[in-house]
């Protein structure tokens, strides 16, 4: 069975109201968002928002001296690209797509326009962006004070909640660079979960099978994000265990 691709993939998207949507969608353009693709640097002018529906892509911040690492993830619950309707032109990080899908995007320009004129495409995005500022603080928080295990199950069950399923297409390498701990850890704290039943992995893929199991050792880092957005976008709450088919675009 074929799955057609859909804006309202996108939790956002499916938030506004149909007056709203109608406007924008003939202006949304569908997007494969491979893996390692840069939709914007830090410091480039934003031409374009994204809204990823199987895609998940890393805010990332860029040291002096070349090391990254991940601030905040952005999935189908949201878009990337606020400061072209918060005042500011430029990205100030990088945007990286670390789980390949797809999405869909939009001129810069349409929805800076459309911010000053929606009433719920204003309020959705605000939403959005209180929930999205908790992640970046909660993120901090946890990156500082909670031990790798901790952060790698939080990191899992962030990762599946902006998915359509359970399936995450990261190398350990990767997992490590982006919380910016050593790759040893990732590999001995993925060890225990696999040990545990909690997740099965290969190379370049992890499949989480409790999820109930990854919620007992993640830190409460997870939980407070979780919250904060079941509590702004109550009506998007979903069972995350529950595998589809690839999605196809016809």
Same mark, same amino acid.
Do not use: W
């Given at each position: 069975?074929?799955?057609?691709?859909?804006?309202?993939?996108?939790?956002?998207?499916?938030? %506004?109201?149909?007056?709203?949507?109608?406007?924008?969608?003939?202006? +949304?353009?569908? &997007?494969?968002?491979?893996?390692?693709?840069?939709? !914007?640097?830090?410091?480039? =002018?934003?031409?374009? =928002?994204?809204?990823?529906?199987?895609?998940?892509?890393?805010? $990332?911040? /860029?040291?002096?001296?070349?090391?990254? =690492?991940?601030?905040? $993830?952005?999935?189908?619950?949201?878009?990337?690209?606020?400061? @072209?309707?918060?005042?500011?032109?430029?990205?100030?990080?990088?945007?990286?797509?670390?789980?390949?899908?797809?999405?869909?995007? $939009?001129?810069?320009?349409? #929805?800076?326009?459309?911010?000053?004129? @929606?009433?719920?495409?204003?309020? &959705?995005?605000?939403?959005?962006?209180?929930?999205? &500022?908790?992640?970046?603080?909660?993120?901090? %928080?946890?990156?500082?004070?909670?031990?790798?295990?901790?952060?790698? !199950?939080?990191?899992?069950?962030?990762?599946?909640?902006? $998915?359509?399923?359970?399936?995450?297409?990261?190398?350990?390498?990767?997992?490590?660079?982006?919380?910016?701990?050593?790759?040893?850890? #990732?590999?001995?704290?993925?060890?225990?979960?696999?040990?545990?039943? +909690?997740?099965?992995?290969?190379?370049?893929?992890?499949?989480?099978?409790?999820?109930?199991?990854? /919620?007992?050792?993640?830190?409460?880092?997870?939980? =407070?994000?979780?919250?904060?957005?079941?509590? +702004?976008?109550?009506?998007?709450?979903?069972?995350?265990?529950?595998?589809?088919? /690839?999605?196809?675009? %016809?």
């Amino acid at each position: 069975m074929i799955n057609i691709h859909t804006p309202l993939q996108n939790n956002l998207l499916k938030n %506004i109201a149909k007056a709203d949507f109608d406007q924008l969608e003939p202006y +949304l353009e569908f &997007v494969e968002m491979p893996k390692g693709q840069i939709l !914007c640097e830090s410091g480039s =002018v934003v031409t374009h =928002v994204y809204f990823p529906t199987t895609a998940l892509v890393s805010i $990332l911040y /860029e040291s002096q001296d070349g090391n990254s =690492v991940e601030v905040a $993830l952005v999935g189908n619950e949201g878009m990337l690209g606020i400061a @072209s309707f918060l005042g500011g032109d430029s990205m100030p990080r990088t945007l990286v797509v670390q789980n390949a899908g797809y999405g869909y995007r $939009l001129k810069a320009a349409i #929805i800076k326009q459309a911010f000053n004129c @929606s009433g719920t495409l204003c309020q &959705v995005l605000l939403r959005h962006i209180q929930a999205f &500022v908790t992640q970046m603080a909660q993120t901090v %928080i946890c990156n500082r004070h909670h031990c790798i295990e901790q952060q790698l !199950c939080r990191f899992l069950l962030k990762c599946i909640d902006r $998915l359509p399923n359970n399936s995450i297409n990261m190398t350990q390498e990767q997992i490590s660079h982006l919380i910016g701990v050593r790759r040893e850890g #990732i590999t001995e704290a993925a060890c225990k979960l696999h040990k545990a039943g +909690l997740i099965t992995y290969s190379r370049g893929h992890i499949d989480v099978l409790n999820r109930d199991g990854l /919620e007992e050792n993640a830190c409460e880092c997870y939980q =407070v994000v979780k919250d904060e957005i079941d509590k +702004l976008f109550p009506e998007n709450k979903k069972q995350l265990i529950k595998p589809i088919k /690839e999605l196809a675009y %016809i």
